[in-house]
């Protein structure tokens, strides 16, 4: 018997200190989903543990997350990749897209509108190519 009131006021005791675990790290909230590869094209909530995602459904607690983040009226998607760019960027401007202002640094567009990789199509070539490495790959 003496076990068992120790059991209960233990429980008492305790139980009112226990916090609400947090799952994730971080919820996307409301945002409308676009993943091909799942075939996912909808309002949903995205739930993010260790940098990966851990979940995505439709409405998540957000009471589960350290942080949450209010996407309603935007686009979630995974990262998406730009298969042509010049990203050769320098002043010369006698140059058309090698070493010239009209290259862009993949920097300046790229991650505000969503695209995480880029591909150059064709910037630079065999003669110049350690000129674009320095100053654009190595640079970034």
């Known amino acids: 018997m003496v076990k068992l009131y120790f059991l209960f006021f233990s429980f008492l005791f305790t139980g009112g200190y226990i916090v609400n675990a947090q799952w994730y790290n971080i919820v996307i909230k409301g945002g409308h989903v676009i993943d091909p590869k799942n075939n996912i094209n909808r309002v949903m909530d995205i739930a993010i543990n260790d940098g990966k995602i851990a979940l995505v459904a439709a409405n998540i607690n957000a009471k589960d997350a350290k942080q949450v983040v209010n996407a309603k009226g935007l686009y979630v998607t995974p990262g998406l990749i730009d298969i042509h760019t010049h990203n050769f960027s320098g002043n010369h401007s006698d140059q058309y897209l090698m070493d010239a202002p009209g290259a862009l640094s993949p920097d300046g567009f790229t991650f505000r509108v969503g695209v995480t990789t880029v591909v150059d ?4 070539g065999w003669r110049n190519f350690p000129l674009f490495k320095a100053q654009t ?4």
């Open 121 to 124: 199509a064709g910037s630079s």
């Open 137 to 140: 790959i190595d640079r970034s």
